[in-house]
């Protein structure tokens, strides 16, 4: 991104203080009746506690995800997540 400098601090796991790395978690997000389960999203995964961070730049692009699975009258829908 364009103005934004890389935090190039480790970063630390909100819940134990652990080292955070890259990794994938699954995702559900519950939208009116429906559940939408994205698997393989970028986050960052503790290596302590294996709690998972959703990176907040992939925030728009589960956006798009969640606009286009909206349309299926499926009450439960589970999509991959594509890097674009
Ligand atoms: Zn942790």
Redesign the pocket.
Known sequence: MAGRKENKKMK?????????QHGQTAAPFFIDEKIIIIKDVPAEV??????AFTKSSVAGQIEDILDKVEILHSEMSVVHFKAA
């Open positions: 630390k796991c909100p819940v134990c203080g652990g080292g955070l503790c290596a302590d506690c294996g709690e």
